[in-house]
């Protein structure tokens, strides 16, 4: 089953601007990832959270968690034509070698050049 | 980095017959191996996960007898879709973990399946 439902579905952005993509869990885990995937190709793994942190950075990536509300955000600065793709996060209920990801329905980003 | 590469990267086969993805890690030895399909413009729904040698775990509604896994060594896994129908049609894709602490996951390119 799902754990993660982004919101929203699909966003279209201009190049240049912010986007912001907001993903929703059910059950506790132990860190969250989010990944990109260019239309008919597999996954880029772009960052991980783990559950006791709320946020972290890596290049134009913003990533927050809030473990309360169950929710994560990621943003994406200065956006660009190449950003173009679909977006999911996933979850891991656990850590180590028993680890599974769950991943969210995902979101489809377009960035107009 | 790590790379894990899929074969074919698609491929069209007549109902009833049997088609076999494969996936490699290329530069790492990976312990666990994860099977995926994704429908357009939907989610990866996790199929089964195999461990090097030993029997693959089959997720809740995932047919063993039609999906089969087999993890013969540490860089191979494949996937045979066995009397493959139509609905079978989707994008498969796996992924590979090593035994690095962080437990990461690298996934493959994905293979487009089309039953006709």
């Known amino acids: 089953s799902q754990q993660g439902e982004e919101d929203p579905q699909a966003l279209s952005i201009q190049e240049g601007e912010n986007a912001t993509m907001n993903c929703s869990y059910k059950t506790s885990i132990n860190n969250l990832q989010w990944y990109r995937q260019n239309s008919g190709r597999g996954l880029v793994h772009l960052i991980l959270?783990?559950?006791?942190?709320r946020e972290k950075h890596s290049g134009r990536l913003r990533v927050t968690l809030d473990t309360s509300k169950k929710s994560s955000s990621l943003l994406i600065t200065a956006s660009r034509a190449a950003d173009t793709a679909s977006y999911f996060c996933?979850?891991?209920?656990?850590?180590?070698?028993?680890?599974?990801?769950?991943f969210g329905k995902g979101i489809t980003l377009s960035v107009r050049p | 980095g790590a790379v894990v590469s899929q074969h074919p990267s698609w491929v069209i086969c007549k109902s009833g017959t049997s088609v076999k993805i494969e996936c490699r890690s290329l530069?790492?030895?990976?312990?666990?191996m994860f099977w995926y399909r994704q429908f357009p413009k939907q989610s990866l729904m996790l199929m089964a996960t195999?461990?090097?040698?030993?029997?693959?775990?089959?997720e809740q509604g995932v047919e063993k007898d039609k999906f089969l896994i087999n993890h013969a060594s540490l860089t191979l896994s494949t996937l045979t879709v066995t009397s493959a129908h139509p609905e079978d049609s989707s994008f498969y894709i796996c992924?590979?973990?090593?035994?690095?602490?962080?437990?990461?996951?690298?996934f493959g390119p994905g293979t487009r399946l089309t039953v006709t």
């Open positions: 530069d790492f030895q990976a312990t666990t």
């Open positions: 195999s461990n090097e040698g030993s029997k693959a775990t089959y």
């Open positions: 992924s590979a973990r090593d035994n690095d602490p962080r437990y990461e996951q690298y």
């Open positions: 996933a979850t891991a209920a656990i850590f180590g070698a028993n680890s599974k990801l769950t």
């Open positions: 959270i783990r559950s006791n942190e």
